[in-house]
């Protein structure tokens, strides 16, 4: 709890940043024995020895840091302690995206190699993809970075404890950031956001849907049918 009311960025905010970074970091580094990356994954010991304030290897931190902003971490108690400080946000609005996790092939490569977009079937387009090792390397390299990360992304989002109720199936962003507001505003802080009918339809939403009525945190629910072109461009 303290570090909700600690300075930004005098030496106590930076250990804190560090210490979400190195947490975060576990998530999105590979667990492999065989990664090279793998000797910079913290173990519990060096990380409850960092918070104790013990001294712990730097290429721990420095792996860390470079994760955090290659990937951009960001921890919203720590990037708003005065907000914190009050439990939370009074007000959010937004429009979160509306995509899944999980990397699509097809989609990926719909603007870099047509050959791979039109491939006849998975097995095809997984040889075609393989191929790009030697025709190119810095678009299988590309692509290569883009499914680690989402696979990390996924690995985070249902493996953290941060997303227990948007957590499932194929998980889709807008699912998640509509805990990710819920959780983020004070006990008397309000949201509204821009999502599909699926956050109430859907079978891997029901249980954040169901928490919200069965808490009586639904002020209103409006659904627009886009049938009349209300929007016409979807």
Known sequence: EHYKTIKRKNG???????????WTTSF????????????????NDEFFRFINGEQIANSYIA????????????????????VFKKKGFDLLIGNPPWEKIKLQEKEFFATRDES???????????KLISDLKTSNPLLFNLFKKEKFYSEAQSRFIRQSGKY???????????????EL?????????????????????????KDYIQYLVENDKVKSFYDFSNSDSIFPSV
């Open 116 to 126: 791979i977009r039109n491939a006849k079937n998975k097995a095809e387009r997984i």
């Open 181 to 205: 507001f819920l959780k983020i505003i004070n006990p008397k802080g309000a949201f509204g956001i821009i999502v599909p009918t699926g956050i109430a339809t859907d079978d891997t939403t």
């Open 12 to 22: 106590e905010w930076k250990k804190i940043e560090t210490l979400c970074n190195l």
């Open 28 to 43: 999105f580094t590979s667990h492999t024995s065989k990664n090279k990356d793998n000797k910079y994954l913290i173990t």
């Open 63 to 82: 792996n860390a840091d470079s994760l955090a902003g290659e990937f951009r971490f960001f921890h919203w108690e720590i990037e708003f302690p005065e």
């Open 164 to 178: 227990e109720l948007s957590a499932k199936g194929d998980i889709n962003l807008y699912a998640v950031f509509s």
